[in-house]
């Protein structure tokens, strides 16, 4: 066995540098709940099947339990606190994942609104196909998912003006 | 669910990894996006002691285009290949990419490592199989190239030695004209691991008849599997589509598919007949129709 050493990281964690010392076993969903007690972010299968832990790092979606917390050192991220404009506020999106019913029990959600960010980032007005592409990562068992592109071409269209209305 | 203590080394270059994983004895894992190992870690089917992490190693970034071959670095991304312009002198890649899990894992999953990893139903393995693509792996005092039939020997093992890196896999670029290729898979969530998978690439002659042929299909066996001791007769003959329903038959009778939870062998046996039937048929009619 290896002796186990601690190290320094500094992360961009919603816009604020965060340095805190860890052991190379933490993963970054853990680090983020437990170390930084953002429990927004949750944590599923803890083996990369259930996309409940997706954040943005450095603007991408990926699972915050398939890398290890050291991994990220130097990177920014988001978590799902980070979406609204201000605290007490909601982000377009997660208004329309209320709006519209997208969420039941909660699990899935800030894995989802993750996803969905990340996917109206790149695409403003995405169609229901590129939807269900861009949360085909992220398992829900309580909306059959069709409220979930219901909110996210909800909160698309009203984003924008629609030139026949 | 939680890694088992071990140890991190962050390697900035390439020398620097391979004398880490010289001097750190057998017990230690390079870790490139994660995406396979991490999970392994946290089931604790991997419990190493040290892991050297190759991913800000910028020489192993670069993808280019060789004269004859696409060139990608270990740790190119699987997203950055399916989105490079350059990628796309294998139309292979724009096919099979996104069935590479999903977009967060493709956000941080690499070319190299899903190819060390060597699960015998990936999609990389099957195209660098199918394509005979050429590995270059190196460790502290030697370097050598593998060609990918010959790279991968069962599920999660490949020809590797334990202070060996892949550094660098070199695809090689057919012919445009009178070219077609397909890639079909059936899984059970789209993203989730193949059930069964089907590769074919061809290139045809001016009247007709094959110049180049390769196929092979995954989740079928211990590792992706390519036939060229049924493509490589068939070169400068014409092909007729009921001899290509014969000869995916005869490719699936050449494997050794498991049963499991998702598939009996049977039914997986008659899925990739039809994948490899429909990939035969699909990359053919593309090359009879486009020549560019």
Redesign the interface.
């Known amino acids: 066995?290896?002796?186990?050493?601690s190290?320094t990281i500094t992360i961009e964690v919603n816009g604020q540098s965060v340095t805190k010392m860890v052991?190379?076993?933490i993963?970054l969903v853990?680090f983020i709940r437990e170390e930084l007690r953002l429990t927004g972010t949750h944590v599923g299968c803890?083996?990369?099947i259930c996309?409940a832990c997706?954040i943005l790092?450095n603007g991408?979606?990926?699972?915050s339990?398939?890398?290890?917390a050291?991994?990220a050192n130097g990177m920014r991220i988001t978590t799902v606190e980070g979406l609204a404009p201000e605290r007490g506020q909601l982000s377009k999106i997660q208004d329309a994942f209320c709006e519209k019913h997208a969420l039941q029990c909660g699990f899935c959600t800030p894995g989802m609104l993750i996803?969905c960010q990340?996917l109206i980032n790149k695409i403003p007005q995405p169609n229901e196909t590129q939807i269900r592409?861009?949360i085909?990562?992220n398992l829900c068992r309580c909306t059959g998912y069709q409220q979930i592109v219901d909110a996210v071409l909800f909160a698309t269209k009203i984003s924008s003006p629609n030139p026949e209305q | 669910m939680k890694a088992a203590p071990f140890d991190y080394h962050l390697a900035d270059h390439l020398d620097h990894a391979l004398e880490l994983l010289d001097h750190l004895g057998n017990d230690v894992k390079l870790i490139a996006g994660g995406q396979s190992l991490v999970p392994m870690m946290a089931m604790r089917l991997a419990k190493p002691s040290h892991l050297v992490d190759i991913n800000r190693i910028q020489s192993l970034q670069q993808i280019n285009l060789q004269e004859k071959s696409l060139y990608t670095g270990s740790t190119v991304k699987q997203k950055d290949l399916e989105s490079s312009h350059i990628s796309q002198a294998i139309p292979l890649f724009k096919q099979a990419l996104p069935w590479v899990g999903h977009q967060q894992t493709r956000n941080r999953g690499t070319v190299g490592g899903s190819l060390a990893h060597a699960d015998p139903s990936a999609e990389l393995p099957l195209i660098a199989t199918v394509l005979n693509a050429s590995l270059h792996v190196q460790s502290h005092n030697s370097q050598r190239e593998i060609r990918a039939q010959d790279f991968f020997l069962g599920p999660m093992w490949t020809s590797l030695a334990p202070q060996e890196c892949l550094t660098d896999i070199h695809w090689p670029i057919w012919n445009k004209q009178f070219f077609g290729s397909r890639f079909l898979e059936t899984s059970i969530r789209h993203g989730d691991f193949a059930m069964a998978s089907a590769a074919a690439q061809i290139n045809l002659n001016p009247d007709g008849t094959i110049q180049q042929l390769s196929f092979g299909v995954g989740g079928m066996g211990a590792t992706p599997i390519a036939f060229p001791s049924l493509s490589q007769p068939l070169i400068g003959k014409h092909l007729s589509s009921e001899a290509m329903h014969e000869l995916a038959n005869q490719a699936i009778l050449l494997t050794e598919p498991t049963s499991d939870l998702h598939a009996s062998a049977s039914y997986r046996m008659n899925l990739a007949r039809t994948l490899l039937s429909r990939a035969l048929l699909g990359a053919f009619e593309q090359a009879q129709q486009h020549p560019q």
């Open positions: 066995m290896a002796q186990i050493n190290y052991e190379p076993r993963s853990d803890e083996h990369g996309g997706s790092l991408d979606p990926v699972r339990c398939c890398m290890f050291i991994q996803a990340a592409e861009a085909g990562g």
